[in-house]
């Protein structure tokens, strides 16, 4: 079992950046695809960007390539998302979340408790 926990959420102004963090315990992280995705208030959860257990394979939403850049450091058993030129569409709570599958949109095993990103306009 993983147990996942995200930190760095806050609220910056439009064209900022903030970088979200996701820290995993235990001996098993490495064996995980990770990924992010993000609700906002009266949407569906959406996929915003996933990664390989090996840091190899990224994917990304289409409303986030080219800003966002996912990363993962095994040794620290942690996960990060890079979000620059942020936009007030990407506000929203952003979840982190474990597969034991490929890095992918779906299929997801394990999750954290959210943090809460705000974009001012």
């Known amino acids: 079992q993983v147990q996942l926990v995200e930190s760095g959420g806050g609220l910056v102004q439009a064209g900022g950046s903030l970088r979200l963090s996701c820290a995993g315990s235990?001996?098993?992280?490495?064996?995980?695809?990770m990924g992010w995705f993000r609700q906002a208030p009266g949407k569906e959860r959406e996929f915003v960007a996933a990664i390989s257990w090996n840091g190899i394979t990224t994917n990304y939403a289409d409303s986030v390539k080219g800003r966002f850049t996912i990363s993962r450091d095994n040794a620290k058993s942690t996960v990060s998302l890079q979000m620059n030129r942020l936009k007030p569409e990407d506000t929203a709570v952003y979840y982190c979340?474990?597969?034991?599958?490929?890095?992918?949109?779906?299929?997801?095993?394990?999750w954290g408790q959210g943090t809460q990103v705000t974009v001012s306009s």
């Open positions: 235990g001996r098993t992280f490495s064996s995980y695809a």
């Open positions: 979340a474990a597969s034991r599958g490929a890095p992918l949109a779906y299929n997801y095993d394990y």
